[in-house]
């Protein structure tokens, strides 16, 4: 009972802090940030040069090597102390000239062509391409019931996303093992590549990309993702005429290692400079559509959250950090280098946007209940912002390094049911982000960045 009372007791100070927090000073910078932001929506101005300039960032590429550039020309312009480059060496798969797949015609129907694309780190098939049978399974548990039958074929893994769960990210999450494991257990049953649904809710011709794995000790094969329209044209016609054939050719290789580095700006804090609080996102990203939502938009609403506080004229009390993470899509480099490299600081925080620029809804945090405690007393400014769904739960994949040696880690969560239409494919663009939406992440992210800054965290 005892327990009762003081979680009562903890439960009612945070209220009465958050009342206070909710009319107080806090509410009028939650104001500010917000008319200084929405009046002219810089994130998407940035996103417009990165995506223009540098559409394709693939690491390793020309594409990636401009990113890098304007990313530190725009924390350059918006004022930014110590921008700087830290070099990584990152790995350079690149997707070829070709990549085409045919339903070869027979029974009652002509070729039927399939909208198709490499995954990322995929081997090529012979010049001539691979032509073969196509087993088509739902789960790696049905290739394995079926395996005797996969053998010398095309595996096709069809699994679409489940459409009735609220999370896409959940959905993604229970179908991405045939496009990051589908090469490895096609090889395993006996299988000469692996063809894959893309991971989308969307129905349309467009393949999604994205990256896939090998084991040294299988046989490498090549994976392709295919469009959903593809997918179920192919299924259709599988279950009338189960022996057609189809014929795959990619021409994707892995070049050697090419150096490429994360970049770095900073708001150097009044008074404990020392102590540094990481905002970020992935500046590479796959090198079909121009990585606009994924992750250019996160990018840019980390130097939009610290060109906002100078804006207003806020000097923070500790130091506040954007880094653009390299090579998150393939290799995870970038995040990795940087927990290394600034091992030695002090950092209070860090925080990263990966979800899309679409409008937040809240705060992910992951750390222990304390945190999640402490922070939860903020939750009233960002009601103000349409962002107060605090979850605890997992930050961000460029940070987790960082969060791994027990820094407290943050993620954007976002309105996310339109995110898969657009993931790793030709129509993550521009024209889908929304200035206001892109704009309200960057002042979500410049509150809470703020916020730890003057109160710190617990
Ligand atoms: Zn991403």
């Known amino acids: 009972v005892s327990e009762m009372i003081v979680r009562s007791l903890v439960v009612v100070l945070f209220l009465m802090r958050a009342v206070a927090a909710a009319g107080g000073p806090d509410s009028a910078l939650v104001e500010k940030l917000t008319a200084t932001g929405l009046r002219t929506c810089d994130a998407y101005a940035m996103l417009a040069r990165l995506t223009t300039a540098a559409p394709h960032r693939l690491a390793g ?37 070709v990549e085409e797949a045919a339903i070869l015609p027979g029974g009652a129907h002509d070729t039927v062509h399939l909208a198709v694309c490499a995954l990322g780190g995929s081997v090529p098939t012979s010049p001539g391409g691979i032509e073969a049978e196509v ?36 959905a993604y999450g229970r179908a991405v093992d045939q496009r990051g494991g589908g090469a490895v257990e096609a090889a395993m049953a006996g299988g000469v590549a692996a063809l894959v649904r893309s991971m989308t809710l969307a129905h349309d011709n467009v393949p999604h990309t994205g990256s896939m794995g090998y084991k040294d000790s299988v046989e490498r094969v090549p994976g392709a993702a295919v469009s959903t ?171 987790s390094p960082t969060v791994a040696r027990g820094v407290p880690g943050f993620g954007l969560d976002v309105e996310n049911h339109r995110y898969f239409d657009y993931h790793h494919s030709d129509n993550d663009t521009l024209d889908k982000v929304n200035p206001r939406e892109l704009e309200m992440g960057a002042i979500v992210e410049a509150l809470l960045c703020y916020l730890i800054s003057e109160e710190g965290l617990r």
């Open 61 to 97: 590429s020309d594409g990636a090597a401009r990113g890098v550039e304007i990313s530190r020309q725009l924390m350059q312009e918006k004022g930014l102390s110590n921008v700087r480059l830290d070099p990584v060496m990152v790995p350079h798969w690149v997707r070829g000239p």
């Open 135 to 170: 087993l088509e399974v739902r789960s790696f548990e049905e290739l394995h019931r079926r395996a005797a039958s996969a053998k010398g074929k095309i595996v096709f893994f069809n699994r679409p996303m489940d459409p009735s769960l609220l999370e896409t990210f959940q």
């Open 229 to 399: 329209v593809g997918a179920d044209s192919l299924s259709a016609l599988l279950a009338r005429e189960p022996h057609l054939r189809v014929r795959l050719r990619l021409a994707c290789e892995t070049l050697p290692d090419v150096p490429s580095a994360n970049v770095l700006g900073e708001i150097v804090g009044s008074e404990h400079p020392e102590e540094v609080i990481v905002v970020g996102g992935h500046l590479d990203c796959w090198d079909k559509g121009s990585g606009a939502h994924d992750d250019g938009a996160g990018c840019m609403q980390a130097i939009e959250a610290l060109s906002l506080l100078k804006r207003l004229g806020l000097t923070p009390r500790r130091t506040i950090r954007a880094v653009m993470f390299m090579n998150e899509e393939n290799g995870l480099r970038g995040g990795r280098a940087y927990a290394s490299d600034h091992a030695g600081e002090h950092h209070v925080a860090a925080i990263e946007s990966d979800m899309g620029g679409f409008a937040p809804r809240g705060i992910s945090v992951q750390g222990d209940s304390a945190l999640f405690l402490g922070v939860s007393r903020w939750r009233p400014l960002f009601a103000m912002l349409g962002a107060d769904k605090f979850v605890q739960g997992h930050s961000g994949v460029d940070i």
